[in-house]
């Protein structure tokens, strides 16, 4: 016969049991989940600021200001397809002999902290990306956007991936929209506001505040088809995403322009910061005139300048387009492409892409901003 005090202890452990029976599982009991951490970007007059804090607080370089600047990269293919099978076949891999849209993505998102790592806090992206070749279009069809506006889930995948990564390493991406020699896959006027539409929605349903939007890249190229891409009207599509708001945010906007071009009067009035490009500019000096330039023109307040294409180099030179660009308090951005008869790690913007830092020039461009940065 059990004790009464060893009866009451398993009475007692009989109904705890059955109590806990009734509750249900415990794993399925709420929990409350880690806060994420959201990277933001943000701009005050000339500087940009990421998280709250000015970019390279504090820092200067040569007696130069560097804090507020945004070092970038132009890499523009990292969500790169090609639609049309018969132009497909271009882009293989020297070590697989086939292309691979997804080993692009992931390998650019692989090398993403190495970038990081030497200072760099943005690069260029694009839905439509860039010539695969590095200059010119032809019949490939590398494009994010349907006929008519809508999205490519495929696309947006991989764009997801690459701005998630951004986010963590508190980045924050130039995002281009459209892309001349691939704006012609739109139907219309109506199908580009459509894909503006749909792209500013998509961002604001991830919750992504750290992507700075380029509507398009050099918008007065006569090679664009569609009129509202054009520079004449390019603001039309500005002041659409500027209009375009969720919990009081919205996205900062602006468009890129020809090498060696000055930004009109319709874009600086309706722009945050202003995108220029420095390709076909050899004398670094042309480089300061265009800031100057640039802040003259109508319209202009005091805002962010950002080279975010330049294909000139000599970074051991005391001054090149990159200096030139810091010494005017502009930022600067690399774009290299893969020339005849170079090796598949030379370019970011030929495909197949190497996104590794590995050779001459790409080693010569980090190790500046690194210099610059003191990172």
């Known amino acids: 016969m059990l004790h009464l005090p060893i009866l009451r202890i398993l009475c007692f452990s009989m109904l705890s049991l059955m109590i806990i029976a009734c509750s249900g599982p415990q794993p399925t009991d709420p929990v409350t989940e880690p806060a994420i951490n959201r990277t933001t970007v943000s701009i005050k007059e000339k500087q940009f600021f990421i998280n709250g804090k000015p970019t390279y607080q504090g820092r200067s370089w040569q007696n130069h200001k560097i804090e507020g600047l945004l070092f970038n990269s132009r890499m523009v293919q990292g969500i790169f397809d090609d639609l049309n099978s018969e132009t497909a076949d271009n882009w293989k891999y020297p070590d697989t002999g086939t292309w691979d849209p997804d080993r692009n993505t992931d390998e650019f998102v692989a090398a993403m902290e190495e970038w990081r790592a030497y200072g760099l806090l943005s690069f260029t992206i694009n839905m439509q990306g860039g010539s695969p070749m590095g200059y010119g279009n032809k019949n490939w069809y590398n494009s994010a956007y349907t006929e008519n506006g809508g999205l490519r889930p495929a696309y947006m995948a991989r764009l997801e991936k690459i ?45 992504y505040q750290n992507v700075l939007i380029e509507v398009a890249n050099e918008c007065d190229n006569r090679n664009y088809d569609l009129d509202i891409i054009k520079a004449d009207r390019i603001h039309e ?24 071009r000055i930004p009109r009067t319709n874009v600086v009035q309706v722009a945050d910061f202003i995108l220029i490009h420095g390709n076909g500019v050899n004398d670094p000096a042309r480089i300061t005139e265009m800031v100057a330039q640039t802040q003259a023109v109508e319209g202009y307040q005091p805002m962010p ?45 030929s495909v197949p892409v190497d996104w590794r830092v590995n050779s001459e020039r790409k080693k010569g461009f980090f190790e500046k901003v690194k210099e610059m940065t003191g990172i």
């Open 237 to 260: 599509l500005m002041n659409l995403i500027k209009s375009k708001e969720k919990n009081g945010y919205r996205y900062l906007v602006s468009t890129s322009y020809n090498g060696n």
């Open 305 to 349: 300048i950002v080279f975010n294409e330049d294909d000139h180099y000599d970074f051991d030179a005391d001054t090149n387009n990159m200096t030139a660009a810091v010494r005017a308090y502009a930022s600067w951005g690399y774009f290299d492409f893969r020339r005849d008869g170079e090796s598949f790690e030379n370019g970011y913007q």
């Open 163 to 207: 701005l998630d990564k951004a986010e963590e390493l508190g980045m924050a991406p130039i995002l281009g929209l459209f892309y001349f020699g691939q704006d012609q896959n739109l139907k219309d006027d109506e199908a580009v506001k459509t894909a503006t539409h749909n792209v500013i929605d998509w961002l604001f349903e991830k919750g």
